[in-house]
């Protein structure tokens, strides 16, 4: 092989044998040698220019070339925080049954991929569904997620049915956005679609809905930092306390 320059990155099983360069060759050396047992030694002054990606990545490599004439040479990138998308932080919490409709949440996850955007979603369940989907991130079951409610964008409900929907109180109680279904109890808890969360129609998750579907997690996504104050109306639970507390 003959090329201009030749250019290598470190390696314990390669020298570069029959190969000609016309100008100047290179060693890169990325890693921290001295830290692993198998690094091998080079007895040969194969390489005009010897580069580290750092200073200690230099200081490890001394003693494993003929020679100590190591630069270090830091490889700079710049990064435009304008093109850095916001990152999505989900959490559910919910036993695994059909009425509970998991197949919603990988549905979902599935349309935050597809568009792009970059998300976590803790779903704190008793079943391990097998397979992570991107960002969806099965998690075993606690006893109490309310520090994951508290510091996610939303809280996601998306069953066919509840009577009273704790965790959607204890989000509303943290000031976390809910992403729910249009369940009666929801609804009941006041929460308003675009106002303190969003509502997603059951009809969405439906097939050939996607594009309906793709809408609303975009509305979803731009309203990440919206922001409410959420207040308990204690006349509706002047009832429990009046039973309950002395």
């Not at 060759?25 to 990325?30: C, K, L, Q, T």
């Not at 006893?143 to 809280?155: Q, R």
Request: include cysteine; glycine fraction near 4%.
């Amino acid at each position: 092989y003959v090329c201009d320059n030749l250019i290598c990155t470190y390696s314990n099983f390669y020298v570069p044998n029959d190969i000609i360069y016309l100008n100047n060759s290179y060693m890169f050396i990325h890693g921290n040698m001295s830290d692993y047992p198998n690094s091998a030694r080079y007895y040969d002054d194969l390489y005009d220019r010897y580069i580290a990606v750092s200073k200690v990545a230099r200081d490890k490599a001394n003693g494993y070339f003929p020679t100590n004439n190591i630069e270090y040479i830091y490889n700079p990138f710049e990064i435009d925080i304008k093109e850095v998308k916001p990152h999505l932080l989900l959490v559910s919490a919910q036993r695994t049954s059909k009425i509970k409709r998991t197949d919603r949440i990988v549905k979902l996850a599935g349309i935050f991929d597809e568009l792009g955007i970059p998300y976590t979603w803790n779903l704190f369940t008793d079943v391990d569904e097998g397979k992570n989907v991107s960002g969806l991130v099965y998690r075993h079951r606690i006893t109490n997620v309310i520090d994951y409610v508290a510091a996610a964008d939303y809280f996601v409900l998306l069953s066919d049915s509840e009577a009273c929907p704790y965790s959607v109180m204890e989000a509303l109680g943290t000031n976390t956005k809910v992403i729910a279904t249009p369940l009666e109890a929801v609804l009941e808890l006041d929460v308003v679609d675009g106002k303190n969360g969003f509502i997603i129609p059951f009809e969405y998750f439906d097939e050939g809905m996607e594009n309906k579907l793709k809408e609303k997690v975009l509305e979803i996504y731009e309203n990440k930092k919206l922001e409410f104050n959420y207040v308990f109306d204690k006349d509706k639970w002047k009832e429990y306390y009046n039973i309950f507390v002395k």
